[in-house]
């Protein structure tokens, strides 16, 4: 689990006062605090001239645990549960709709898998612009310079229902400024943007004030053939944890994720 170390950022009350306390009880990372009597780390504190903060601290990490092992839900209320917040999102296209169930599902990952230019791109891009058009925001992860605002003003050009030009016009610059694009080159790099998307999600922070419904991947491949080439130990490491990042992600904010790929490196998360 985490090294304590790695919460601060996120959590100010696990400074370094805190991770000082921890470390003279050998507690260094969440899966020792786990190891560790609770009861007895409490009375510790109660003995520190900064006694309040400290069991601040400890619930703290207590509530961080909690929400990393949500209780176990039987069969009805899984269903529920879908039926209720698991919403799809259209592609904007009728036939990849179809085959998905009626659309990209909100809480779940899809892989999008196809061989060079097979149209990956196009219908990462008119996903994004079909969920852009309907006032939510869409984070897009651009591995190979592969975005392009000219193919989503296409896409909003051919939707009819506009009286005029303007109308149109007003509307790409709207669907332009929900769709979050964000150029990364290497997995170490998307992984701290995800991270950082996590951070970002849970305190609300996101481009306007619109609600992120859609984080789009194109192309994961890119980023996972190269470390994968040699078959390293490391190399599959990482994919689990992208994988696992993205999962994550999608399952705890109710996002839709969509992750393109070639098909040399298909479902390589599911």
């Known amino acids: 689990m985490a090294p304590l170390k790695s ?77 209720r917040n698991k919403h799809v999102l259209s592609t904007g296209c009728e036939g990849i709709d179809a085959l998905l169930g009626g659309g990209l599902r909100e809480g779940q990952l899809t892989e999008l898998v196809g061989s060079s230019a097979s149209g990956k791109t196009q219908a990462c891009l008119l996903s994004a612009s079909t969920v852009a058009k309907h006032k939510s925001s869409v984070i897009y992860l651009d591995t190979g310079n592969s975005f392009s605002p000219h193919r989503i003003a296409r896409f909003v050009g051919q939707s009819s229902g506009y009286d005029s030009e303007n109308q149109a016009d007003h509307m790409l610059k709207k669907v332009l400024d929900r769709i979050i694009c964000h150029s990364v080159f290497h997995i170490y790099q998307m992984l701290d943007v995800l991270h950082q998307l996590k951070i970002n999600l849970r305190s609300e922070i996101v481009k306007s004030n619109q609600h992120v419904r859609l984080l789009i991947v194109d192309s994961i491949s890119s980023l996972i053939t190269p470390i994968l080439g040699g078959s390293s130990p490391q190399g599959h490491a990482l994919m689990i944890s992208a994988g696992y990042l993205l999962k994550k992600l999608a399952h705890e904010h109710n996002i839709a994720v969509l992750a393109s790929g070639r098909a040399a490196s298909s479902t390589m998360f599911l």
């Open 7 to 83: 919460l601060e950022k996120e959590y100010p009350l696990i400074d370094s006062n805190f991770q000082s306390f921890c470390a003279s009880h050998a507690i260094f990372s969440v899966q020792d605090f786990l190891l560790h009597d609770i009861d007895a780390l409490i009375a510790l504190a109660d003995n520190h001239c900064a006694s309040q903060t400290l069991k601040q601290g400890i619930d703290q990490l207590l509530s961080i645990i909690d929400a990393r092992h949500p209780p176990l839900l039987n069969g009805l209320q899984l269903l529920e549960d879908v039926q």
